[in-house]
C-alpha cells in the first residue's frame, strides 16, 4: 500500500507549525506519526534509527540498566559512564547514576543468608547495616524487588515488580536499590509511564504501521533524564544516544562515545564492526544533539527514470 515507502514523523512542539498536513497534501507517501512529545527536543532520531531495510535500533533503558547491572554484580560500579548535559558529565560513575545514595556512599549490599528461594511471595530480609527503606527499588539478579517495610536492619520486600519473574537468589548476591533517575526509565509505578513505557508505544506504533515488513529491532542501551520544556516535564538522553548516528557508505554503523566499556562491547557486538566517534559529548551531546543531528549523507539514485513519472497520476 506504499511502494514509495512511508513517512515517518514525530510529534510537533508547541509554538511550531506542523509539518504534518504538508507531506499528506503530497498524496504519495502516507504518513506515520509517532509520539515524541514527552521528549525535550521531540525529534524521532532520539528513540529510533533504522540501519538496514528491516533493522530498526531503538533506545531501551532496561537494556542500559541490565548492562550496567552486569557491572556492579562483578564489583565494577566504579567504572565510567558519562551521564548527564554539561562537561561535568564525564565524571560520573555507574553507581552514581544508577544506585540510590546514601550518606556519603550508596544504598549497595549483599543478600544476606539464606538467600531468597523462587517465589512470588515476600520475604523478610536481615543485613548487617540499617541501608534500605521502604519504598526503595531494588535489583538482585534480573529480579526487582519492592521495600513493603522496613524496621533497622530488617526488612520485607514484595518480588517480581517491573515485568522480571521471581527466581532463586544465592547469599551474597549484589543487591542495591535503584537511584531516582533509574526510577524513571524504567517501569516500575503502575501511576505514570516510564521512559521505557514510553518508548516501548513508540516501538509498537512502528511496527503495527508496517507489520507487512519483517522488522528486526536491536536494543541500544540508553538513560534518560527529566528536563524541563514549557513548564512541562520532559525527557532527553542523559548517557551518549548511541542510537542517534549514522550509517557510513561502508555499512560501518558510527555512533556517539559513551564512556562506559560495557556499553561499547555490546554495540561491537550487536552490530559488528561499529565506529565510536570522539570527541562528541561537548560538542554535540552537550548541545541537544548527537552524530545524527549534526550530520548528513549524500546518496546516488538511479533517476533514469524519476519517480514522479512512476505513478499512473501525479499533479
Known amino acids: 500500500d506504499a511502494p514509495f515507502g512511508k513517512i515517518l514523523i514525530g510529534s510537533t512542539k508547541p509554538g511550531y507549525q506542523d509539518p504534518l498536513p504538508y507531506w499528506r497534501g503530497q498524496g504519495v507517501q502516507p504518513t506515520v506519526r509517532i509520539d515524541t512529545d514527552w521528549l525535550w527536543v521531540g525529534h524521532l532520531d532520539e528513540i529510533l534509527m533504522w540501519v538496514a531495510p528491516n533493522k530498526v535500533l531503538y533506545a531501551d533503558p532496561w537494556k542500559a540498566a541490565d548492562l550496567l547491572h552486569e557491572e556492579i554484580a562483578k564489583d565494577r560500579h566504579d567504572e565510567s559512564l558519562w551521564f548527564g548535559f554539561d562537561a561535568t558529565g564525564t565524571n560520573k560513575t555507574i553507581q552514581q547514576v544508577v544506585i540510590a545514595p546514601l550518606g556519603g556512599g550508596y544504598k549497595l549490599s549483599a543478600l544476606p543468608e539464606p538467600g531468597l528461594v523462587n517465589s512470588t511471595s515476600s520475604a523478610t530480609l536481615v543485613f548487617p547495616s540499617e541501608i534500605f527503606t521502604v519504598g526503595d527499588v531494588l535489583r538482585v539478579g534480573d529480579e526487582i524487588l519492592n521495600v513493603t517495610a522496613a524496621n533497622g536492619v530488617t526488612v520485607t520486600v514484595s518480588r517480581a515488580h517491573g515485568g522480571r519473574p521471581a527466581t532463586a537468589h544465592a547469599a551474597g548476591s549484589k543487591i542495591y536499590a535503584y537511584s531516582d533517575t533509574m526510577e524513571e526509565n524504567l517501569p516500575f509505578k503502575e501511576s505514570e509511564r516510564s521512559v521505557f513505557d514510553k518508548i516501548v508505544l513508540a516501538t509498537n506504533h512502528l511496527y503495527q504501521a508496517i507489520n507487512d515488513h519483517t522488522l528486526e529491532f536491536v536494543p541500544m542501551p540508553v538513560l534518560f533524564d527529566r528536563r524541563i520544556f514549557d513548564n512541562k516535564n ?24 559513551t564512556g562506559c ?25 552537550c548541545q541537544a544533539g548527537e552524530i545524527h543531528c549534526a550530520t548528513t549523507a549524500q546518496r546516488d539514485l538511479d533517476l533514469s527514470t524519476p519517480w514522479w513519472d512512476k505513478l499512473e497520476q501525479w499533479e
Open 261 to 285: 566499556i560495557a556499553f561499547n562491547e555490546y554495540i561491537s557486538t550487536v552490530l559488528p564492526g561499529a565506529c565510536e566517534i570522539t570527541g562528541t559529548w561537548i560538542g554535540l551531546h
Open 234 to 257: 520532559t525527557y532527553s538522553a542523559a548517557t551518549a544516544n548511541v542510537v542517534n548516528g549514522l550509517l557510513s557508505t561502508e555499512s560501518i554503523y558510527c555512533f556517539p562515545e
